[in-house]
Protein backbone atom coordinates (compact mmCIF):
# COMPACT_ATOMS: atom_id res chain seq x y z
CA UNK A 1 0.00 0.00 0.00
CA UNK A 2 1.42 3.21 -0.91
CA UNK A 3 1.99 6.05 1.72
CA UNK A 4 0.28 9.57 1.40
CA UNK A 5 3.56 11.02 0.00
CA UNK A 6 3.90 8.67 -2.58
CA UNK A 7 0.24 8.85 -3.45
CA UNK A 8 0.73 12.82 -3.91
CA UNK A 9 3.46 11.66 -5.73
CA UNK A 10 1.81 9.42 -8.33
CA UNK A 11 -0.82 12.33 -8.55
CA UNK A 12 1.30 14.87 -9.54
CA UNK A 13 2.64 12.47 -11.99
CA UNK A 14 -0.33 11.90 -13.42
CA UNK A 15 -1.63 15.38 -13.61
CA UNK A 16 1.23 16.72 -15.25
CA UNK A 17 2.05 13.83 -17.98
CA UNK A 18 -0.90 15.27 -19.41
CA UNK A 19 -0.56 18.72 -18.75
CA UNK A 20 2.86 18.60 -20.01
CA UNK A 21 2.82 19.94 -23.71
CA UNK A 22 0.24 22.39 -22.72
CA UNK A 23 1.60 24.11 -19.99
CA UNK A 24 3.38 26.71 -21.13
CA UNK A 25 0.29 28.28 -22.74
CA UNK A 26 -2.15 27.80 -20.18
CA UNK A 27 -0.54 28.47 -16.61
CA UNK A 28 -0.37 32.54 -15.90
CA UNK A 29 3.25 32.33 -14.60
CA UNK A 30 3.98 31.94 -18.33
CA UNK A 31 2.53 35.58 -19.31
CA UNK A 32 5.19 38.35 -20.05
CA UNK A 33 4.61 40.74 -17.09
CA UNK A 34 4.94 37.22 -14.23
CA UNK A 35 8.56 36.69 -16.22
CA UNK A 36 9.62 40.19 -15.58
CA UNK A 37 8.74 40.15 -12.16
CA UNK A 38 10.45 37.09 -11.73
CA UNK A 39 13.50 38.32 -13.23
CA UNK A 40 13.66 41.73 -11.23
CA UNK A 41 13.63 39.17 -8.70
CA UNK A 42 16.55 37.42 -9.58
CA UNK A 43 18.45 40.02 -10.97
CA UNK A 44 18.14 41.99 -7.66
CA UNK A 45 19.03 38.46 -5.82
CA UNK A 46 22.32 38.37 -8.10
CA UNK A 47 23.45 41.95 -7.48
CA UNK A 48 24.14 41.35 -3.66
CA UNK A 49 24.68 37.23 -3.46
CA UNK A 50 26.63 34.84 -6.02
CA UNK A 51 24.45 32.61 -8.05
CA UNK A 52 26.55 30.83 -9.96
CA UNK A 53 25.35 27.53 -8.96
CA UNK A 54 21.14 27.15 -8.94
CA UNK A 55 19.00 24.42 -7.93
CA UNK A 56 15.77 24.18 -9.06
CA UNK A 57 13.51 22.12 -7.27
CA UNK A 58 9.61 21.34 -9.07
CA UNK A 59 11.44 22.77 -12.08
CA UNK A 60 8.31 21.27 -14.23
CA UNK A 61 9.39 22.71 -17.90
CA UNK A 62 11.69 25.00 -16.79
CA UNK A 63 10.47 28.13 -15.91
CA UNK A 64 12.58 29.27 -13.01
CA UNK A 65 15.38 27.71 -15.19
CA UNK A 66 14.68 29.84 -18.35
CA UNK A 67 15.49 32.76 -15.93
CA UNK A 68 18.11 31.75 -13.88
CA UNK A 69 20.69 30.42 -16.97
CA UNK A 70 20.93 34.02 -17.74
CA UNK A 71 22.72 34.74 -14.82
CA UNK A 72 24.55 31.34 -13.97
CA UNK A 73 26.97 28.91 -14.92
CA UNK A 74 25.42 25.22 -13.99
CA UNK A 75 21.60 24.89 -13.02
CA UNK A 76 20.39 21.12 -11.45
CA UNK A 77 16.63 20.82 -11.85
CA UNK A 78 14.78 18.22 -10.14
CA UNK A 79 10.71 17.36 -10.96
CA UNK A 80 9.22 13.53 -10.57
CA UNK A 81 7.39 14.27 -13.70
CA UNK A 82 9.56 13.05 -16.77
CA UNK A 83 7.51 14.40 -19.42
CA UNK A 84 7.19 17.96 -18.00
CA UNK A 85 11.33 17.89 -17.87
CA UNK A 86 11.42 16.76 -21.28
CA UNK A 87 10.27 20.16 -22.44
CA UNK A 88 12.87 22.12 -20.95
CA UNK A 89 14.72 24.22 -22.93
CA UNK A 90 18.53 23.37 -22.18
CA UNK A 91 20.13 25.80 -24.94
CA UNK A 92 22.52 28.54 -23.38
CA UNK A 93 26.14 28.92 -22.33
CA UNK A 94 24.35 27.37 -18.36
CA UNK A 95 25.36 23.99 -17.88
CA UNK A 96 22.51 22.47 -17.47
CA UNK A 97 21.01 18.96 -15.70
CA UNK A 98 18.29 17.28 -14.92
CA UNK A 99 16.80 14.96 -12.29
CA UNK A 100 13.45 12.43 -12.28
CA UNK A 101 13.14 12.53 -8.76
CA UNK A 102 10.95 13.72 -5.64
CA UNK A 103 12.50 16.81 -4.15
CA UNK A 104 12.34 15.49 -0.55
CA UNK A 105 14.43 12.05 -1.16
CA UNK A 106 16.65 13.32 -4.27
CA UNK A 107 20.67 12.89 -3.68
CA UNK A 108 22.39 16.25 -3.57
CA UNK A 109 25.74 17.18 -2.94
CA UNK A 110 25.89 19.31 0.66
CA UNK A 111 26.74 22.72 0.83
CA UNK A 112 27.13 23.39 -3.42
CA UNK A 113 24.43 25.49 -4.57
CA UNK A 114 24.14 29.12 -3.98
CA UNK A 115 20.69 29.53 -4.65
CA UNK A 116 17.67 26.68 -4.54
CA UNK A 117 14.39 28.01 -6.12
CA UNK A 118 10.99 26.24 -5.87
CA UNK A 119 8.39 28.46 -8.12
CA UNK A 120 4.51 27.22 -7.82
CA UNK A 121 5.84 24.05 -6.31
CA UNK A 122 5.31 23.50 -2.28
CA UNK A 123 1.92 23.15 -2.24
CA UNK A 124 2.32 20.35 -4.41
CA UNK A 125 3.72 18.54 -1.66
CA UNK A 126 2.40 16.05 1.04
CA UNK A 127 4.72 17.28 3.50
CA UNK A 128 7.36 19.84 2.54
CA UNK A 129 9.51 19.61 5.74
CA UNK A 130 11.77 16.75 3.73
CA UNK A 131 12.47 18.79 0.80
CA UNK A 132 12.74 22.60 2.42
CA UNK A 133 15.32 20.36 4.84
CA UNK A 134 17.17 19.33 1.02
CA UNK A 135 17.10 22.67 0.45
CA UNK A 136 18.92 23.44 2.88
CA UNK A 137 21.71 21.14 3.05
CA UNK A 138 22.13 21.63 -0.65
CA UNK A 139 22.74 25.43 -0.32
CA UNK A 140 26.40 26.83 0.18
CA UNK A 141 26.33 28.94 3.76
CA UNK A 142 25.18 32.34 3.07
CA UNK A 143 22.81 30.76 0.16
CA UNK A 144 19.48 31.75 -0.94
CA UNK A 145 16.59 29.90 -0.96
CA UNK A 146 13.63 31.68 -3.07
CA UNK A 147 10.05 30.11 -3.41
CA UNK A 148 7.04 31.82 -4.88
CA UNK A 149 3.86 31.68 -6.13
CA UNK A 150 2.17 28.87 -3.82
CA UNK A 151 -1.60 29.31 -2.52
CA UNK A 152 -1.83 31.80 0.61
CA UNK A 153 -3.95 30.14 2.96
CA UNK A 154 -5.53 33.40 4.45
CA UNK A 155 -6.71 34.61 1.08
CA UNK A 156 -8.18 30.72 0.57
CA UNK A 157 -9.57 30.57 3.64
CA UNK A 158 -11.85 34.12 3.33
CA UNK A 159 -13.00 32.83 -0.16
CA UNK A 160 -14.30 30.05 1.04
CA UNK A 161 -16.03 31.36 3.62
CA UNK A 162 -18.48 32.80 0.97
CA UNK A 163 -21.22 31.38 0.10
CA UNK A 164 -20.48 29.77 -3.33
CA UNK A 165 -24.30 29.40 -4.39
CA UNK A 166 -24.33 33.06 -4.44
CA UNK A 167 -23.31 35.33 -7.56
CA UNK A 168 -20.78 38.30 -6.95
CA UNK A 169 -19.08 40.54 -8.65
CA UNK A 170 -16.73 39.41 -11.29
CA UNK A 171 -13.94 40.33 -9.39
CA UNK A 172 -14.62 37.65 -6.53
CA UNK A 173 -16.75 35.34 -8.64
CA UNK A 174 -13.34 34.67 -10.69
CA UNK A 175 -11.75 33.38 -7.02
CA UNK A 176 -14.66 31.62 -5.87
CA UNK A 177 -15.05 29.32 -9.22
CA UNK A 178 -10.94 28.78 -8.81
CA UNK A 179 -11.23 27.42 -5.67
CA UNK A 180 -14.85 25.73 -5.87
CA UNK A 181 -14.63 24.65 -9.85
CA UNK A 182 -11.24 24.00 -10.71
CA UNK A 183 -11.10 19.94 -10.36
CA UNK A 184 -13.76 20.18 -12.76
CA UNK A 185 -12.53 22.10 -15.57
CA UNK A 186 -9.04 19.96 -15.21
CA UNK A 187 -11.45 16.98 -15.48
CA UNK A 188 -13.08 18.20 -18.52
CA UNK A 189 -9.40 19.29 -20.29
CA UNK A 190 -7.35 17.16 -19.70
CA UNK A 191 -9.36 13.79 -18.34
CA UNK A 192 -7.86 13.77 -14.83
CA UNK A 193 -10.36 12.41 -11.95
CA UNK A 194 -11.24 15.84 -10.04
CA UNK A 195 -9.64 13.50 -7.05
CA UNK A 196 -6.31 12.75 -8.42
CA UNK A 197 -6.05 16.64 -9.02
CA UNK A 198 -7.01 17.57 -5.62
CA UNK A 199 -4.36 15.39 -4.27
CA UNK A 200 -1.49 16.54 -6.69
CA UNK A 201 -2.01 19.67 -5.02
CA UNK A 202 -2.17 18.58 -1.50
CA UNK A 203 -0.93 21.87 0.76
CA UNK A 204 -3.75 23.60 -1.55
CA UNK A 205 -6.89 21.78 -1.84
CA UNK A 206 -6.75 19.51 1.83
CA UNK A 207 -4.56 21.92 4.14
CA UNK A 208 -5.94 25.07 2.41
CA UNK A 209 -2.62 27.14 1.92
CA UNK A 210 0.59 27.76 2.95
CA UNK A 211 0.51 29.78 6.38
CA UNK A 212 2.89 32.33 7.01
CA UNK A 213 3.50 31.53 10.65
CA UNK A 214 3.88 27.46 9.89
CA UNK A 215 6.66 28.36 7.18
CA UNK A 216 8.49 30.99 9.36
CA UNK A 217 9.04 27.99 11.98
CA UNK A 218 9.55 25.14 9.50
CA UNK A 219 12.20 27.27 7.91
CA UNK A 220 13.58 28.86 11.14
CA UNK A 221 13.47 25.03 12.51
CA UNK A 222 15.68 23.70 9.25
CA UNK A 223 18.50 26.48 9.86
CA UNK A 224 17.64 29.46 8.10
CA UNK A 225 18.02 32.82 9.77
CA UNK A 226 16.83 35.39 7.82
CA UNK A 227 13.40 35.03 6.05
CA UNK A 228 11.25 37.41 3.93
CA UNK A 229 7.79 36.56 2.80
CA UNK A 230 6.28 37.73 -0.29
CA UNK A 231 2.72 38.31 -0.76
CA UNK A 232 1.79 38.58 -4.91
CA UNK A 233 -1.20 38.85 -6.96
CA UNK A 234 -4.10 40.72 -5.46
CA UNK A 235 -7.96 39.99 -5.34
CA UNK A 236 -9.09 41.97 -8.75
CA UNK A 237 -5.36 42.66 -10.38
CA UNK A 238 -5.97 40.50 -13.17
CA UNK A 239 -9.08 42.38 -14.03
CA UNK A 240 -7.23 45.14 -13.88
CA UNK A 241 -3.95 44.64 -15.77
CA UNK A 242 -6.41 42.93 -18.87
CA UNK A 243 -8.83 46.11 -18.71
CA UNK A 244 -8.55 47.32 -22.66
CA UNK A 245 -9.98 50.26 -22.02
CA UNK A 246 -7.08 51.90 -20.10
CA UNK A 247 -4.11 52.44 -21.38
CA UNK A 248 -1.37 49.54 -20.93
CA UNK A 249 0.84 51.20 -19.61
CA UNK A 250 -1.55 53.13 -17.32
CA UNK A 251 -3.60 50.10 -16.08
CA UNK A 252 0.02 47.98 -15.47
CA UNK A 253 0.81 51.28 -13.64
CA UNK A 254 -2.23 51.40 -11.32
CA UNK A 255 -1.99 47.59 -10.42
CA UNK A 256 1.42 48.62 -8.96
CA UNK A 257 0.08 51.41 -7.14
CA UNK A 258 -2.06 48.77 -5.64
CA UNK A 259 0.13 46.38 -5.04
CA UNK A 260 2.41 48.42 -3.09
CA UNK A 261 -0.17 50.29 -1.20
CA UNK A 262 -1.65 46.54 -0.03
CA UNK A 263 2.04 45.46 1.14
CA UNK A 264 2.00 48.39 3.20
CA UNK A 265 -0.97 47.70 4.46
CA UNK A 266 0.47 43.64 5.76
CA UNK A 267 -0.60 42.07 8.23
CA UNK A 268 -4.12 43.12 7.78
CA UNK A 269 -3.96 43.05 4.09
CA UNK A 270 -2.54 39.48 3.23
CA UNK A 271 -6.05 37.90 2.78
CA UNK A 272 -6.17 40.12 0.08
CA UNK A 273 -3.28 38.53 -2.03
CA UNK A 274 -3.45 34.99 -3.75
CA UNK A 275 -0.12 34.07 -3.23
CA UNK A 276 2.45 34.01 -0.50
CA UNK A 277 6.32 33.25 -1.14
CA UNK A 278 9.46 33.97 0.92
CA UNK A 279 13.33 34.49 0.18
CA UNK A 280 15.31 32.56 3.29
CA UNK A 281 19.23 32.98 3.56
CA UNK A 282 21.10 29.69 5.15
Not at 70 to 95: C, N
Request: aromatic fraction near 10%; include cysteine; glycine fraction near 4%.
Amino acid sequence: MKTKIEEAISANIAVHSVMANDYNTIEPHFRPENIRRVENIIKNLASTHPIEKALDLGCGTGFMINILKKHTKEITGVDVTQAMMDKVDKSGSSKIELINCDTGTVDLPNEYFDIVTAYTFLDHLYDMKPTIQNAYKALKFGGIFYADLSPNFYFWRAIKKLNKDISYESVIQREVNAVWKKDEEIEQQFGVKKEIFVMAEHQKHIKGGLIEEDLQKLLTDTGFIKIDFIYHWFIGQAQLINDTSIDKEKRFEQAQVMHDYLIKSLPLSRSLFKYIGFIATK
